[in-house]
């Protein structure tokens, strides 16, 4: 049996997920969107903090503008994903597949980008000085062999 997607319920679910932040969960509905197939949804300008993403095919979504603080992102499909100036402090992207994604003025501060694979991007070395990288992390050339 297929799964029918979910790209045409996203605008409920999104406002959905805003409520529950906002109101602390007292209302609203927590975003799971684990395991979907989601490839070019558009997530632009939302608040996503704490949302779940595990394991999701995210190909070229859109995140510009969001408030990703705290989702999970463990090892989703990513590849050029649009993060511009989206924050994604202490987000979980360990395992997670990067390549090509931008992450022009993105801030990343505490999130863990162990296993992550961040060839082919734009992230800089600045970005993730206060992140959580290890040595299965695979960084772009632009940073590559130089201490974090």
């Known amino acids: 049996?297929?799964?029918?997607?979910?790209?045409?319920?996203l605008g409920t679910i999104l406002s959905d997920h805003r409520e529950w932040f906002e109101t602390k969960g007292n209302s609203g509905v927590f975003a799971d969107l684990s395991e979907e197939n989601l490839e070019e949804g558009n997530f632009e300008d939302t608040v996503l903090v704490e949302a779940s993403f595990q394991g999701s095919n995210l190909h070229k979504?859109?995140?510009?503008?969001?408030d990703l603080r705290g989702?999970?992102?463990?090892?989703?499909?990513?590849?050029?994903?649009?993060?511009q100036n989206s924050n994604l402090e202490e987000t979980d992207l360990m395992w997670a597949d990067l390549k090509g994604a931008n992450f022009d003025n993105v801030r990343l501060a505490g999130a863990y980008l162990q296993g992550a694979d961040l060839r082919e991007t734009n992230i800089k070395k600045d970005q993730i000085q206060f992140s959580y990288t290890d040595e299965d992390t695979l960084l772009p050339n632009n940073i590559l062999n130089k201490k974090i």
């Open 1 to 9: 049996m297929t799964r029918q997607s979910l790209i045409p319920l």
């Open 61 to 66: 979504s859109n995140f510009r503008n969001s």
């Open 71 to 83: 989702a999970n992102f463990h090892d989703a499909r990513l590849t050029q994903a649009q993060f």
